[in-house]
């Protein structure tokens, strides 16, 4: 199989205010709109509340949107939640689950990423499924099977190279400046590629875009991205700034 076309992925987090979102996802649009031959796939993930405003600006361009976090439900009793339709309905083609920090900040277990990547999925959304290890987990020498955990433990049944991206996220890399060495993260990329191989069969798997994400910047975007199987990249900060974000995309 081909190697997919790389996703350069923003992640906003719990960031942006309707002016700021204007701003930055009219100049992606801008800058998407005028390269004839985009060479990557792009994403921006603002929170819920920009997700209307941003998917006004994106229209008929291929900057895509997506959600940061969804229900298992369609509808319901659920104060607070947002819905996978919800998400289809305001313009969103992905959805990012199982963050490192949803899986810290509300308890999310493998089982519950599980289940709501069943759901996005049956709602027609694209799924970003997130693993990665602790600092403490990568020091006791278990980063391979706590990726290998989450992976297996994440994925329903039935998924497809189409609709699934899994990014890997080491937790003590998020917003630190810190990186696992090139040679560490082509470690844990090709095991994810091996793993998925058991899930989906060895060539599907080679269609699934693995991220990785975690402090990723201009200055180590080439390195990382030149990486056997790493096919793109799940920015936090950096994704704030569009001059920043635009040139991790372009070391593509
Ligand atoms: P930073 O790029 O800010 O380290 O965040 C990475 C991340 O968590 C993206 O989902």
Redesign the pocket.
């Known amino acids: 199989m081909a190697r997919p076309v790389p996703l350069i992925a923003g992640?906003w987090?719990m960031n942006g205010l309707t002016a700021s979102t204007r701003s930055l996802a009219s100049e992606l649009a801008t800058r998407v709109r005028s390269d004839r031959d985009l060479g990557f796939e792009m994403l921006i993930c603002p929170p819920f509340t920009m997700l209307s405003t941003a998917a006004e600006l994106v229209r008929d361009c291929a900057l895509k949107l997506g959600a940061q976090d969804c229900h298992t439900a369609s509808s319901g009793a659920h104060t607070g939640d947002i819905s996978p339709a919800m998400l289809r309905d305001v313009g969103c083609e992905y959805v990012?689950l199982g963050?490192?920090?949803r899986r810290t900040d509300h308890g999310e277990t493998c089982a519950l990423v599980r289940a709501k990547t069943r759901a996005a999925l049956d709602a027609g959304l694209k799924v970003i499924v997130?693993v990665g290890e602790t600092e403490a987990q990568r020091d006791a020498g278990e980063t391979l099977r706590v990726v290998a955990d989450q992976v297996t433990g994440s994925l329903p049944e039935g998924v497809t190279a189409e609709t699934l991206v899994v990014?890997y996220?080491p937790v003590w890399?998020?917003?630190?400046g810190r990186t696992p060495t090139t040679a560490e993260v082509a470690e844990v990329h090709a095991a994810l590629r091996q793993t998925l191989g058991t899930i989906l069969g060895t060539g599907a798997a080679e269609g699934v875009r693995l991220l990785y994400?975690?402090?990723?910047?201009p200055d180590n975007a080439r390195e990382l991205l030149a990486l056997d199987n790493v096919n793109g990249a799940?920015?936090?900060?950096?994704?704030l700034k569009v001059d920043d974000f635009w040139a991790i995309a372009s070391a593509v």
């Open positions: 992640n987090k990012i963050h490192s920090e997130c990014a996220e890399a998020i917003g630190t994400g975690g402090s990723v910047k799940l920015v936090g900060g950096a994704s």
